[in-house]
């Protein structure tokens, strides 16, 4: 059983930046893909970000592009979501995932574990 541990929510003012990390517990984490997702209250899920196994590849929704970035450090099990230039719609939990396979588009149907979330607040 993957476990998966998110960190680096917090409170940002509107145009500033959090860093999340999101550590798995298996060894094979290099082999699989890993998503971010979020959920504001109210709302369905929603596609944040996605990275191949080897990091070469990444995919990211609209409403993030050019504002968010995603890494992975296989060496430490650890994946990343650099969140840039807030905005009042990012709030929400973000919860990370792995992948069943080696690349993930962004259905959650493609993620088979997931993590606890972390909470994000932006402060206009």
């Known amino acids: 059983q993957v476990q998966l541990v998110e960190s680096g929510g917090g409170l940002a003012q509107a145009g500033g930046s959090l860093r999340l990390s999101c550590t798995a517990s298996?060894?094979?984490?290099?082999?699989?893909?890993m998503g971010w997702f979020r959920q504001a209250p109210g709302k369905e899920y929603e596609f944040v970000a996605a990275?191949?196994?080897?990091?070469?590849?990444?995919n990211y929704a609209d409403s993030v592009k050019g504002r968010f970035t995603i890494s992975r450090d296989n060496a430490k099990n650890t994946v990343y979501l650099q969140m840039d230039s807030l905005k009042p719609d990012d709030p929400a939990v973000y919860y990370c995932?792995?992948?069943?396979?080696?690349?993930?588009?962004?259905?959650?149907?493609?993620?088979?574990?997931w993590g606890r979330g972390t909470q994000v607040t932006v402060s206009s």
């Open positions: 990275i191949a196994w080897s990091g070469g590849d990444s």
């Open positions: 298996e060894r094979t984490f290099s082999q699989y893909a």
């Open positions: 995932a792995q992948g069943a396979r080696g690349w993930a588009k962004g259905d959650e149907n493609e993620f088979d574990y």
